[in-house]
Structures are given as C-alpha cells and as structure tokens.
C-alpha cells in the first residue's frame, strides 16, 4: 500500500502504472454515477438502501409476493436515469479506453450511463434498468403498456409479468458477462476500481483475482471500503475529479492536445 505518501505522488504513480499497462481492466460501481445525480445504495444517508429495504424490491421473492410494488419502484428509477446525463468519471474511462491497446469496462450499475457516454468494451455485470424482461419466459419485451392498475405489465408471449432486466439478490450473474470480466481481471495489468463499495460478490472478487493475477489495483473511491486495505493504490476522492487527474497524468501531453 502507498496510502503514507502525499496524495499528488500517488496519484503521479498509479498513473505511471495506468501509462505502461497493455490492458486495461475496470469494475465500477454506484459512486461512478453518484456525480450524474444517481442515487448510490450502501451511503449512510443517501443511498437506497438506507431507504429501502433491498429484500422488499429486489429479489425474485419480493417480486412474487409483490410484484406491483417492485415493478413501480424500478419504474420510477428508469424514468430517473433517463433525465440524468454520463459524468466527467464516466468521460474519463471512455479516454482510457481510447488510449490503451487493450482495454474492458465490467460495471456493476444498471443506469446505462457509460454506453451513452461512449464505452464500447463494456459488460454489465447487474443488466440495465432500461430493458424489460418476461418473469418465466426472459425473452425482451420491445414494449409494455402500464394498463393494469395493480399489476405488472404482461409478457405479449406468455402473460407472465414483465419485469426488469437487472439482477436481483439470489441471482445468477449473465455467464457471458461474469466470465468476460473475469477474464479481463486475470489477464489486466491495471484493474481500476472506481466507486464500488466492493461488498457485493461476485463482482467483488474481481479486485482479488486481479491481484492475484499479478496486475496493479488501483482504487478510486470518496470512502474507505473493504478493499482499500488490499488495492496497491487507495486515491481518495470523487470519480469526476479523481479520474480525470489519473488520466490527465498518465498522458500528459496527450491530455494538452485534446483540450479546447
Ligand atoms: P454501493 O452503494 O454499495 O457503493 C458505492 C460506493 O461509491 C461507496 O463505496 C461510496 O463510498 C462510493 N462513492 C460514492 N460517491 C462517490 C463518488 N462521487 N466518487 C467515488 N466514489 C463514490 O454501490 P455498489 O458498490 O455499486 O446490486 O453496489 C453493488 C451492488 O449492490 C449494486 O450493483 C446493486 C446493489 O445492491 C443490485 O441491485 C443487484
């Protein structure tokens, strides 16, 4: 750990580490969207689930005991993502992307906002709030009307009720995209970690199969979290300030030519 050194001789060494690596991994989590406005869940005072009790909204029991209750709920946070707009964090991992020969974002966020900001190497580990899926057939509703008052909406092909394409506690995780981002994190030579709080498995494995692996792991979070203690570099702070900094010293001069 390099947590005694001052912030800006940190900072000048992961990004050395972030310039030199052939691949670039990446596992983010809430905090990355927190600057957009999107609620987090695990923040003492703002986050969901402080709120909300994640056994009542999202598991396959809580949607079977009430399925209008879940279904609303996830309503409301759709219509919310769609009035918010990708970050300066989420901007920077785009920059990364475009700056390294090998490069996969694994997010754990459902909101959508990488894509739009511009990621194309990118897996979501928990789905995406925007899709709409069959509760017993899964195939992808391409739309749904909200006419049944008490209920869900229902599958055009079998009747069941639709529900959000996000993984819920209990769930399994889509294969294609666990194994692609366990893949990156055992063949990375940098993982970043960016706003996670790394409780939530098994997306918090990847950190320990990285190091494992043998690649530097690098943190970027506004608090302490179970991995701080393991990650080679801790950089404390807010993904929309830190990332950009990490960025702009690990390619400096490439940094000067882009700005306006
Ligand atoms: P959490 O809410 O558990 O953690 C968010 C992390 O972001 C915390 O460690 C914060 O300190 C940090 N954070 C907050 N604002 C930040 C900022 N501006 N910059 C940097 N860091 C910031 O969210 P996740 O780790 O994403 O799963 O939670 C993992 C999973 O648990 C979610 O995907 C969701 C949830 O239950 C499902 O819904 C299946």
Redesign the pocket.
Same mark, same amino acid.
């Given at each position: 750990m390099h947590e005694k050194s001052p912030p800006e001789s940190r900072l000048a060494e992961a990004a050395a580490q972030l310039a030199r690596a052939c691949y670039v991994a990446v596992l983010?989590? $809430?905090?990355?969207s927190?600057?957009s406005g999107v609620?987090? &869940? /695990? +923040?003492a005072l703002t986050? *969901?689930?402080a709120t909300f009790d994640?056994r009542e909204l999202?598991t396959p029991s809580a949607f079977a005991r009430n399925p209008k209750l879940v279904w609303d709920w996830y309503a409301e946070r759709r219509a919310q993502v769609a009035t918010v707009a990708p970050n300066a $964090?989420h901007r920077a991992l785009v920059d990364i992307e475009a700056r390294v020969p090998r490069f996969l974002l694994a997010t754990? %966020?459902?909101d959508g906002l990488h894509r739009r900001a511009g990621s194309r190497a990118l897996v979501e *580990?928990?789905?995406n709030i925007a899709r709409v899926k069959c509760s017993a057939c899964m195939c992808i509703a391409a739309r749904w009307d909200e006419a049944e008052d008490a209920l869900p909406p229902r599958c055009a092909r079998c009747a069941a009720f639709l529900r959000p394409d996000? #993984?819920? &506690?209990e769930?399994l995780l889509p294969a294609g995209a666990l194994a692609a981002a366990e893949d990156a994190a055992r063949e990375c030579d940098v993982l970043l970690v #960016?706003?996670? @709080? $790394?409780? #939530?498995y098994p $997306?918090?494995a990847l950190p320990d199969t990285a190091r494992a692996a043998g690649a530097c792991v690098i943190e970027? %979070? @506004? =608090?302490?979290?179970p991995l701080t203690a393991r990650a080679d570099f801790a950089l404390r702070? /807010? =993904?929309? +300030?830190?990332l950009p900094a990490l960025v702009h010293a690990a390619w400096p001069a490439a940094s000067a030519l882009l700005s306006p």
């Open positions: 983010t989590g $809430a905090g990355v927190a600057e609620p987090t &869940f /695990r +923040d986050g *969901l689930w994640p999202a $964090a754990q %966020n459902v *580990l928990h789905g996000v #993984v819920w &506690f769930e #960016v706003g996670t @709080s $790394a409780e #939530v $997306a918090a970027i %979070n @506004s =608090a302490t979290t702070g /807010r =993904a929309g +300030d830190v």
